[in-house]
């Protein structure tokens, strides 16, 4: 099917937008009015343009406040629509989409919006073009589809059908089910967006917080494939309002955009419905994405100031330095079965930094050949002869993901040093990685894990740190042996934030975190008392086993079902990455962030108080 | 009346906060529990720091979910509770804030409330404590003044009273009047918050949104007054929870607040109420904001590479160069009532900029004497023996603000070049500055300007512009002499949005915008054809007449009353400042905000394609 994008989900100038839509791959676009009326260029040049790009037009967007009105404005009304219909001439774009009123006169009165319709699209289909009329979820009267279907049945034009839209179709309570049985071309236009769940006033919440699917909370699958079971062949077009997509870098957010568009249709392909091969049948399917088995290591990229911090805080955490690369400055530490790599290699030193880490999957080429069909970047790896071939993707916020086989033998790339891996202080693997990503990449992010490897999302949590708020999201896959915590300011921060705010980190598991905590040669992030004071009386534990958890800093966290989770945090080393330590107790499939803002205010006053 | 703010208002940690506080003259402060228990100070830590900075802690919160439970659970609160008045006992607070329940399975019934509060009161007033009870707007049951004050009183306790918090109370439908009613003494404890009208779930609403007195629409004076009817005498407190002011300066947020705090009593003494003078016995009044009767100078900053474009751009816009500073690098420009001048004694050159400007007050003395007390920083002004007088402020956004008298003879430091400001092109006075403001300091902004010179807030506007959502709010004085337009991008700009996005410009009036661009020698801001196009459509407007507006690039507002605004706008010069020209048709009061997205783009499209 085509695959387009409204220019409004796009930043910049029109140029800006249309390059943009052509370099992520998409067939069309939907111009968006005032992107053309704020643009030098005359509607045959964007024309011209967009050909040259390999760019349909596939909808002019929005015609508002049309029908409902009474006699003398409904005829400047269509006056008004011929004038658009030259400017849509000279674009050569057949379908314009015009909006149910929101106008406060507007008459609730389905035969005359039918009637009205009907006068507008014999005036389109005379010039050979057509009308989509569309519900606002926010429309005067006119605000579900259902009463847009019966508004265009009514008509009875062949120049009037529907446009539908997701956003506008799932805001609501009225079912979609009966999209299903719309008749078989009358659904001109499809446009999708994805949002959040939120309680707030309809208009706003879609024109501040649409996601493109895949990051909201909406079930599109569904919803396509009760517009795919209405014969619908038309594109698959994503409309979204987003505040940060309005201000980010175009180019980004238009693979974003088509990445969410390629799992969707993937997606469609692999539900279990009796007609979903029928409805599927010119969708491309993606490789399955292979299960993943667990961490296989982490790298930080060091320099000579932040490399000996690093060091001395994997020795206190009862690491060995177990391996030596053979042709890099890349050293392998090991316990259990955490593997730390420190990458002294780095081209634009600064603080450390989590500049990769790998993860192990049951099929590495097809995980691989899953990413590339997701425009997930390749990295470039550099590998003398004789060394493992390791793959890797960049995620959005520029780390590697490589991939390897738990068959993989990449550690014979590393020459040993002799020291073994011993037990250590009872660190037995990576329970997650911590990723602070950048503001404009945030749901960027969300996406790219659940599409490109398959995890899902966890909940999304906020809570309050000293430095503002912020939010939270997990992936991780179905065994819980990969989790990776994505964190962002709630807002981009400014001046005020100190400069390294959103360190990363790396949590170890334990089986055992008060032997853990005792067997460690490390400073360990003070809590305050008052933490403890208060985690008596908020939980009501012993005290005896508060004063053991305050004795070695370890914080307590409990779900509402009763799990409980007993983790310690270190300060920030390098000066950007810290670690932690999770004992895990049946059940507790968190991260502990209540606590997060205690360790932020701590390793802030750390780093406030410390000798230089 | 003591003077309060919650640690939540502030961004960074406890210590920062209680600095900021007692920097701004804050008599008290609200712990807020969070805050302490991430804080390494003890209790009496924070009691000493506190006392050492002459800051009260007049209130501990919140203590949530206590009241409206089975028997078990209330027994564990009130043990709950006994270790919090341990720690109270060791602040040296002896208030407590108790929120009505928010919890699911909270029991709906006021005499199990009444009694569970009044045992609760008993335990506290043993110990010479006392409980102040809260209606959240989202409590479970009690979400309304009204029903918290019929538990209270049921309860009949010594130690058990009210807080109430004009946010609750506000948002809610339930009329504020009985509050006057309220038994004296019953009142334990005012929290202040001012909000937008926003359409969402309260709880975000309030958690997100809240803003200071005199930046929202709430009608706090009002509230107050009911309250201080009712005997009150406690301290005036802020309870803020804004994203902004979250990951702000808590510096620059106490003294925003502290501003909002004293604006509001000075509100207080000038309602006229037969009984505002009894109420408002013990409350300061500020000296009155003098009339203000029009801009008198705006002054740019300039450096070698900006002045010439600057100037060239004044002689282009008929603006004659009539004189020359005594003794600093200082020019004046004139055209009719319009003054402007270029500053090249920069110390830190960079883009042009609006460095300054004066507005013409009845009583400049007054008007300083107004500002110093509402905490706006006085301006250093370097003076030269003989020169005038001319005393500033400074804005949030850096700009010094000079306060002249219309008889001031503050051009006689200028010695005449002999060139006389002769007709130009028509322009005759500043209609207004428009100032991009800082993103922390939007909010401050508007307050500072209402509040220190007296002028009205206009209304908000919002639109999408090429890089991201822009928000726009105009102050102006009764007699619209004096008009500043302060806007901000929604979301603070990141990489993507070019680095001089948000330009500052000064706009002209002139009787016959016309005649105006015909006189002009400087290029005009090309305005795409598309935009006529669709005006003609959009406004019914004449095609000869939307030819001649687009002959001028002139482009065309119309307010929904009808009236009319003619404007043109010129290129960016000198890297961050352009110009506008206005012809106001009478009645028309706003500031072409529509046509601004325009201006933007063409703007920007200029900077791309003009050859360096």
Redesign the interface.
Known sequence: MRRSIAT?CL???LDDKLTAAAAAGFDGIELF??D????????AEVRDRCAGLGLGIDLYQPFRDLDSVTGDRFA?SL??AE??FD?MAALGVDTVLVCSSVAADAVDDDDRAAEQLSALAERAGRRGMRIAYEALAWGRHVSTWDRSWRIVQRADHPALGLCLDSFHVLSREVSPDGIAGITPGKIFFLQLADAPH????VL?WSR?HRLFPGQGAFDLPRFVELVLAAGYDGPLSLEVFN??F?????GRTAIDAMRSLIALEDGLTTRHRPDAPRLTAGIRRLPDPPELTGHAFTEFAVDGRSGPELRSALRGLGFAHTGQHRTKPVELWEQGAARIVLNSAVTHPGPAAISAFAVASADPGRSLARAGALLAPAHPNVREPGEAELAAITAPDGTSVFVTHPGDDWRADFLPTGAEPGPGAGLLAVDHLGLAQP??HFDEAGLFYHSVLGLDHLATEEY?A????MRSRAVANPSRTVRVALTV?????????PAVADPQHVAFTTADIIATAAALDLPAL?V????Y??L???F?LEAGFVATLARHGILYDRDPAGHELLHLYTPVFGGRVFFEIVERRPGYDRFGEPNA??R???Q??RR?TATP
Request: net charge negative.
């Open positions: 409004v930043s910049g100038t009015e005032n053309l009326l704020v643009s030098p260029m005359t509607p400047r006056d008004r004038r658009k400017v939120l309680s707030m006033d706003q501040h505040d940060v309005r201000q980010s870098d175009p503001f404009d309050a000293p430095y503002g708020l300011a709630l807002l981009r921060r400014g001046d005020w934030a003070p305050p008392d008052n933490y004071d208060d008596i009386a908020r009501d803002p205690v932020m205010a701590a802030r006053h406030l």
